[in-house]
């Protein structure tokens, strides 16, 4: 069992663009999110590829990653995921060669089964291509096979990316890809920022099927939590109301950018309309420092994660380093 003050902090940022905001001020945040948390002591720093999405500026992984490890020293990088449905995976390869050769020792690789994306978009990246089921393994074994060193007489070789062995993590909301991280003895997060449902159901199944690899002795699971810390339960539930207000746009079907909080905003949703938020954040932490530590601790007693992908998505980003700074002192109060 890990205690709260042994497990890792690290930090998913899906880089929104905000109301009243530009994609470039969008960019210049997650910088400065990177660098503010790397100070912190964070473990590492991933961005989430998403397309045709007006609200999240990081559809460009590969490049906003390169952007992110040039403007930090130390604190790995990496996607939450790359949608490797999206990619032949010779080009995933040199893109992530290319920035381990650029940065080494700080970049990760995570993979990601879905699209992330609608099919129009899905279309317009890979063209008319009919995914199966037996495709992710088969290219996550190709990636895995590029990565590592050249063998004599192989044809094809990624050039960077050959012998540069990326850290590949598998990412997933639901038991598949629990499954195919345990059989290939690879590192698993899960989405559960987003889908905790069968959240301890993948971790159970992850652990209990789990074979050593070259790469990974045991396993190591990473889960997702949305965060909203404050000096008070008050004023984080006013500012949670900006997330509160993306999941209502999801499921309305009316995406926004990121929108600025606002007062009594649950108190005014229809009941089915409460019930869909708390379901999606089921595992939030939202709150002040006494309630924030007592959250990570339950989670952590309940997981035993080995480390905390947060994901703090603050309107006004001062007031998100702060969130930042007061989840990482309450985690550390033990």
């Not at 909080?261 to 649950?266: Q, R, T």
């Amino acid at each position: 069992m890990n205690a709260l003050k042994d497990i890792r902090l690290s930090m998913l940022d899906l880089v929104a663009v905000r109301e009243g905001g530009t994609v470039g001020e969008a960019l210049a945040v997650a910088l400065q999110t990177a660098q503010h948390v790397e100070k912190l002591g964070f473990t590492r720093y991933w961005v989430a590829e998403h397309h045709n999405m007006q609200s999240i500026a990081s559809s460009a992984t590969a490049v906003l990653i390169g952007h992110i490890a040039g403007g930090t020293r130390s604190i790995r990088v990496g996607s939450g995921g790359i949608m490797l449905p999206n990619h032949a995976p010779l080009v995933v390869a040199e893109a992530f060669g290319t920035l381990s050769e650029l940065y080494p020792g700080r970049i990760d690789l995570g993979l990601g089964r879905a699209p992330g994306t609608d099919p129009t978009t899905m279309r317009a990246l890979r063209r008319n291509r009919v995914e199966t089921e037996e495709d992710f393994p088969r290219e996550v074994s190709e990636l895995q096979q590029l990565l590592a060193p050249a063998q004599a007489g192989q044809r094809l070789v990624a050039t960077p990316g050959a012998g540069t062995q990326v850290p590949i993590w598998l990412l997933g909301s639901s038991l598949f890809s629990a499954q195919l991280a345990a059989q290939r003895g690879l590192p698993y997060a899960f989405a559960s920022h987003f889908a905790p449902r069968m959240m301890m159901q993948a971790i159970d199944l992850y652990r209990s099927n789990f074979q050593p690899s070259a790469t990974l002795a045991k396993p190591y699971v990473v889960i997702g939590v949305p965060l909203i810390a404050a000096p008070d339960d008050l004023e984080a539930e006013y500012l949670a109301s900006s997330i509160y207000q993306r999941v209502l746009g999801i499921l309305r079907g009316d995406r926004k950018l990121l929108q600025a909080p606002v007062a009594g905003l649950m108190s005014r949703l229809e009941p089915q309309e409460k019930a869909a938020i708390a379901d999606f954040l089921a595992i939030a932490v939202i709150g002040g420092p006494q309630k924030v530590h007592a959250s990570l601790s339950a989670l952590a007693e309940a997981t035993a994660a080995d480390e905390f992908m947060l994901v703090c998505d603050v309107y006004d980003p001062l007031l998100r380093l702060r969130s930042l700074d007061i989840a990482v002192q309450a985690a550390r109060a033990d």
